[in-house]
């Protein structure tokens, strides 16, 4: 029986991610503020703790649920949006929002990965294709999803902390198709947001091998009339 | 009278710099953690504050400082260095210093760039040249300069909250020759390092424009046989 932590298991795409790999058969973690009831464990984070704080809790809950049973992967899918310049009166407060939800969660994933995964296994985070450009109108959020892109370079060279065969990439998407983004943006064009179910599918691909990954690699997630692609950037 | 602001105006670096632009009849304000008594004013942050508390602490006292002048520049030389890899016991203590010591300064100076800077004036980050590749054996360093990294570009385009004209860049040294540096690196070739002093010049030279400079380009700062070199990447 394989191991599955979803870090963000109870959004929009954690719960895709759980969902599919439960019907493998996969026994499945989720890390979130919230349970997910289809989840075989739930460790639960209080975002309000410090990174230290978080990260204990969930390492404690984790080594509970695993006992010597190794992950064969851990899919980092937590992460959120907000705008804003250096100019906006929510500049700071969205910054560091931007940057707990999306590097907070990455750094902890990082390190069950260093003390959890299987020595083949895999570790994939959330980027965006838009930090690779300037991000002048949502600078937090493009700060937060830079590092990430940043975080996967380094977790995928030798030295790293991680297993030396595991392999490590982060997904970039435009947009995904969530209720969330629809009730946002309720008059974007739909056939080209990528479905959370086509990237749960694609996950599995690089989890058990079917599909090929250079870690490393940043994943561009392109859909376009409904297609979507995956192509290593 | 030109108006400067040092970050990090009491470290190694920005004393030389505090100094260099006294010496030339600027008026200086220096934010960090002590005072530095060279400088016309000092706003002192607590390191354990939040993000916008510390950034309200600093634009308080700049208010009060200011009045309705301007600046001419905001040069940000705040940051340290911890190492650490996934696996290390300190990984995520670093990584949240690292963070604290780099990226929010960086984010701070920016917002006091926003509402402070002279339409053509002048704000330089501290980057790392090392963090334009893996950064494996030291994490949490390699990804804040990463995100600072980033910070530039946003920064430089337009929309990004500065006024249109002003011009932003990260110095991205090796290594600096500072007392610090010299007793953690005792037996390192010091004549490949830069000294305080010639960053301080060259920062004059952007900041008054006999140097040119392309607002979000990185500058690489390399030291050979005790020649240094600012060249733009």
């Known amino acids: 029986m394989s191991n599955l932590v979803v870090y963000g298991g ?7 991610v759980v969902t599919f790999f439960k019907e493998k058969g996969w026994t499945v973690t989720s890390i979130d503020l919230v349970e997910n009831v289809s989840a075989d464990h ?5 975002p309000n703790a410090t990174l230290q704080d978080q990260a204990k809790e969930v390492q404690d809950n984790l080594a509970s649920f695993l006992g010597a049973k190794k992950l064969k992967a851990i899919l980092c899918v ?8 250096a100019a906006s009166k929510d500049f700071l407060a969205n910054s560091e929002l931007m940057w707990k939800q999306s590097v907070y969660s990455s750094f902890i994933a990082a390190q069950v990965a260093a003390r959890h995964l ?28 830079a590092a990430v892109h940043h975080l996967v370079k380094d977790l995928a060279s030798p030295g790293s902390g ?39 599918k694609q996950l599995y691909a690089y989890a058990t091998g079917t599909a090929a990954l250079t870690s490393g ?17």
Chains 1, 2 share one sequence.
């Open 10 to 16: 109870a959004g929009a795409l954690g719960r895709s």
């Open 42 to 46: 739930n460790a639960i984070v209080n």
């Open 78 to 85: 937590a992460g959120g949006w907000a705008g804003g310049n």
């Open 118 to 145: 299987e020595s083949d296994g895999l570790l994939t985070l959330t980027g965006a294709l838009a930090a690779n450009g300037p991000t002048p109108g949502m600078i937090g959020y493009g700060v937060a999803k």
């Open 162 to 200: 991680l297993p030396p065969n595991a392999k490590v990439t982060a997904v970039c998407p435009v947009t995904l198709d969530t209720p969330m983004n629809r009730s946002g943006m309720p008059k974007a064009d739909f056939s080209s947001w990528t479905p959370t179910e086509t990237v749960a």
């Open 217 to 233: 690699s940043l994943l561009e997630v392109v859909t376009k009339n409904g297609e979507t692609t995956f192509k290593e950037i």
